[in-house]
């Protein structure tokens, strides 16, 4: 069993940036782990996502600005994230699966973080 925990999260202004880290309990050794992001009223997101492998992926509203990262030894993933707008302000959720090479980097991740807020002002 992997437990998630979330934090980082907070409030900036535009244009500033914050690191989100998401510290694992529980072998995570061989997981894929992943950023998804929901904002009020709308649906939840992918942002970032890194296979066990090493690969990456971006969402298209984050690239060049995020940054997904992980620590296997301190069992923690980051997300830097640079440049925040105010369309980023969400709650940011971390997620892990067992890596996988067939699935897509957008579904399938069986464990959670209870999420962080981030609020970014104009």
């Known amino acids: 069993q992997v437990q998630l925990v979330e934090s980082g999260g907070g409030s900036v202004q535009a244009g500033g940036s914050l690191r989100l880290s998401c510290a694992a309990s529980?072998?995570?050794?061989?997981?894929?782990m992943a950023w998804f992001r929901q904002a009020s009223g709308k649906e939840r997101e992918l942002v970032a996502a890194m296979r066990w492998s090493g690969s990456l992926y971006y969402g298209d509203s984050v690239k060049g600005r995020f940054t997904i990262s992980r620590d296997n030894v301190k069992n923690t993933g980051y997300l830097q994230m640079n440049s925040l707008k105010s369309e980023d302000t969400a709650v940011y959720y971390c997620a892990a699966r067992y890596s996988n090479v067939y699935l897509s980097f957008a579904y399938n991740y069986d464990y959670w973080g209870q999420g962080t807020q981030v609020t970014v002002s104009s």
């Open positions: 529980g072998r995570t050794s061989s997981y894929d």
